[in-house]
Nanobody
């Protein structure tokens, strides 16, 4: 069974920074991609950033230049979020694609407010 555990969410003022982490564990033979989605109240879940194994990274247009996704050599993916805006407020979910299966974390809340 695959588990994804997120950390790093919290309350931050506009213009501030947060770094989210997601550690994967369990029976994972290969990772095709890892990424971060978010869901704001009353809105649909949207892709924020995704990093493909052996490939590049993709970002939601509204976060380009402010957010950076990275991954270590193991099973951890990070999302560095700078210049945060109130509209970035959402629950952020880690996602892992492996051998045709998609796994999700429980989510970590990010709130940007003064």
């Amino acid at each position: 069974q695959v588990q994804l555990v997120e950390s790093g969410g919290g309350l931050v003022q506009p213009g501030g920074s947060l770094r989210l982490s997601c550690a994967a564990s369990g029976s994972i033979f290969s990772i095709n991609a890892m990424g971060w989605y978010r869901q704001a109240p009353g809105k649909e879940r949207e892709l924020v950033a995704r990093i493909i194994s052996g490939g590049g990274a993709h970002y939601l247009d509204s976060v380009k230049g402010r957010f950076t996704i990275s991954r270590d050599n193991a099973k951890t993916v990070f999302l560095q979020m700078n210049s945060l805006k109130p509209e970035d407020t959402a629950v952020y979910y880690c996602n892992l694609d492996s051998n045709g299966m998609r796994y999700w974390g429980q989510g970590t809340e990010v709130s940007v407010s003064s």
